[in-house]
């Protein structure tokens, strides 16, 4: 099975930048869409964006304007550039297909606090 590892997390200040890496081991092309994914304490895991094999994009509202999410030129690596970030981003990371079909990974945590 392929296997996903986050990265690039840690503790940023409000409104600074922070950027998150996916790498698969495995390939991930037969996968159309992968996803980056979210976990607040006490909360549900949310999707925050998605980009597609074509390189077509989606954000969840909240993020939409502050984080884009692209893929490396190998397309075994997926990237989050967090903009402007609020301390209601703070949660554990994670990437996933959308819909999520892979096994999860630990998640790289991102803590926004000033």
């Known amino acids: 099975q392929v296997q996903l590892v986050e990265s690039g997390g840690g503790l940023v200040q409000p409104g600074g930048s922070l950027r998150l890496s996916c790498a698969a081991v495995?390939?991930?092309?037969?996968?159309?869409?992968m996803g980056w994914y979210r976990q607040a304490p006490g909360k549900q895991r949310e999707l925050v964006a998605t980009?597609?094999?074509?390189?077509?994009?989606k954000y969840a509202d909240s993020v939409k304007g502050r984080f884009t999410v692209s893929r490396g030129n190998a397309k075994n690596t997926v990237y989050l550039q967090m903009n402007s970030v609020k301390p209601e981003d703070t949660a554990v990371y994670y990437c996933?297909?959308?819909?999520?079909?892979?096994?999860w990974g630990k998640g790289t945590l991102v803590t926004v606090s000033s």
């Open positions: 996933n297909g959308d819909p999520p079909r892979l096994g």
């Open positions: 495995g390939s991930i092309l037969s996968i159309n869409a």
């Open positions: 980009i597609t094999r074509g390189g077509n994009t």
